[in-house]
């Protein structure tokens, strides 16, 4: 009777402990599941005070009125980590001053670049949809296109297609005696004139990049250029000749009186370009070089072209497989480089001029480029030793001051 007495004692038990468990489990679940809805509730709500922040309804309007913006180009996060495996540094590709760069693989198997800003300032998050709207719409082999963009981040994240053979500046500068070939250097060249020419004149609105160098300019399988990292680009509208923008570029690269008068023109892209060109020439990194008088790379450059000395820091390759077309494209950069904005030439003019040396044709595209350009426009081209040097004589003092601007200078303001 006792025993019986103490084995319902300890079914009873038995069913308390296991209805209490059963209850601790249920409050385990329950409590997870409201967590994980109270979680997911507030990342909606700041997504969708990112997005309204980020002007996503301007944008989506105006994907609903114009044809030429496909409804693909607003992009969610969820898509976007899903696509990187959430941002795996695995998967990170690039990097810079203005963001983090990832492959990633959309769910319609596109393979993409997708860019991951730094924090920007709030007035220039209320120009991007416009400038999203722009460069949505160019189409030019020599730039790489833009699918889309992600407002439910604090910061839009933009999505290129995915260019495959890294960069410019990996394939320059690479360790060994030999990198790209004349050829392709030379070819290079005129495909990143083609595409800047179009973002400046051709587009429906004109565009700055305001980053140009080796490390944006991206190469495919058959090493074709693609202008990539609009992250700094401004348009210019039609009715104004320049803008009024916090300087912001790559150190060795930035145009000297747009860094210290914040006046943005296309020029500044020349002049970015032309350093790109020195780099070509070189194989030296204008970011960190400088020579033993402590002049850097483009101060150098130009002072040992003035002298007739240019061999003295041009790639032995350059030397060995060029010809004279390398003087002639040294002629360009020099033009490029100059320190006033209105002595250097239009992208336009570069990029004729260019062609010319390629099919040795430069002397008649001079006279079409002399002929193009407006009255207050420099003429360029293939000129000869002594025009170049005697356009040069005053370059190496005006060339010290410019050295002191980059030199003194230890970031953008």
Known sequence: MQSDHISSKGIFAAIIGVSCGTGLVILILSS??????VKHRRAQVLKHKFFKQNHGQLLQQLVAQSVGIAESMIITLEELEKATHNFDNDLVIGGGGHGTVYKGILSNQRIVAIKKPKKVVQKEIDEFINEVVILSQINHRNVVKLFGCCLETEVPMLVYDFISNGTLYEHLHVEGPRSLSWGDRLRIAIETSKSLAYLHSAAAIPIIHRDVKSANILLDDTLTAKVADFGASR???MEKSGLETRAQGTRGYWDPMYFYTGRLTEKSDV?????VLVELLTRQKPSSYLSSNDESLVVHFVTLFAEGNLPHILDPQVIEE????VEEVAAIAIACVKL???DRPTMRQVELTLEGVRTSEGHVLHNAVAKEA???????????NKS??????GSTRQYSMEEEFILSASCPR
């Open 32 to 37: 997870y599941i409201v967590s994980k809805k």
């Open 235 to 237: 348009y210019i509208p």
């Open 271 to 275: 002049y970015s370009f032309g350093v």
């Open 322 to 325: 060029g010809g004279k077309e």
């Open 340 to 342: 006033s904005g209105e």
């Open 374 to 384: 407006h009255s207050n426009d420099i003429e360029v081209g293939v000129q000869s």
């Open 388 to 393: 170049v040097r005697k356009d040069n004589e």
